[in-house]
T-cell receptor, first 114, second 112 residues
Framework: GAGVSQSPSNKVTEKGKDVELRCDPI?????LYWYRQRLGQGLEFLIY????????KSGLPSDRFSAERTGESVSTLTIQRTQQEDSAVYLC????????????FGPGTRLLVL | EDQVTQSPEALRLQEGESSSLNCSYT??????LFWYRQDPGKGPEFLFT???AGEEKEKERLKATLTKKESFLHITAPKPEDSATYLC?????????????FGKGTHLIIQP
């Protein structure tokens, strides 16, 4: 596609429920990132996928957060047993790889946990 | 301690009034410094990447510069459509996490 796409654009859920967020990167981009943006805070790195290498999960805030990526395409971020503090915008970015440094962001998924 | 600090947090200018936004950073080795623009309800839009001290890049009314400790985003004769939050991010060298470290942003308002 022309850019990074994410779905859903908005998600409202109840505390304790699981949610799954989807990211479709730019075609041909081998690297994919997830970030979280909480109100009044800077973007926080969560996880990074590069090709078939093991993902860098160093930014995941707890074991309730997990992510998967199928090859070099779609990624899903799953939050289990959601808490109110998980309310944030979840942003996905992709990068070309092979020396290309710039990360291009999707529009984000706005998650509200009631 | 914050690795990336942006100032001011908010800035209100009149149309045509030039100014600069600051991004100071503390990393052991810089792989790249990135500027993004973010409009309300949207994802960050890439503006510039700077790699080494002394480097400058320009795009329309924007110019980004880099020193060993900070970067400036200069806005010349801004227009109302330049209103947005401007984000600065750094990527460290040395094999650490590949994710970017972002500042909290500068919220810029250009009044007509």
């Amino acid at each position: 596609g022309a850019g990074v796409s994410q779905s859903p654009s908005n998600k409202v859920t109840e505390k304790g429920k699981d949610v799954e967020l989807r990211c479709d990167p730019i075609s041909g981009h081998t690297a994919l990132y997830w970030y979280r943006q909480r109100l009044g805070q800077g973007l926080e790195f969560l996880i990074y996928f590069q090709g078939n290498s093991a993902p860098d999960k160093s930014g995941l805030p707890s074991d309730r957060f997990s992510a998967e990526r199928t090859g070099e395409s779609v990624s899903t971020l799953t939050i289990q047993r959601t808490q109110q503090e998980d309310s944030a915008v979840y942003l996905c970015a992709s990068r070309k790889g092979g020396g290309g440094e710039t990360q291009y962001f999707g529009p984000g998924t706005r998650l509200l946990v009631l | 301690e914050d690795q990336v600090t942006q100032s001011p947090e908010a800035l209100r200018l009149q149309e045509g009034e030039s100014s600069s936004l600051n991004c100071s950073y503390t990393v052991s080795g810089l792989r790249g410094l990135f500027w993004y623009r973010q409009d309300p309800g949207k994802g960050p839009e890439f503006l510039f990447t700077l790699y080494s001290a002394g480097e400058e890049k320009e795009k329309e009314r924007l110019k980004a510069t880099l020193t060993k400790k900070e970067s400036f985003l200069h806005i010349t004769a801004p227009k109302p459509e330049d209103s947005a939050t401007y984000l600065c991010a750094v990527q460290e060298s040395g094999g650490g996490a590949d994710g970017l470290t972002f500042g909290k942003g500068t919220h810029l308002i250009i009044q007509p």
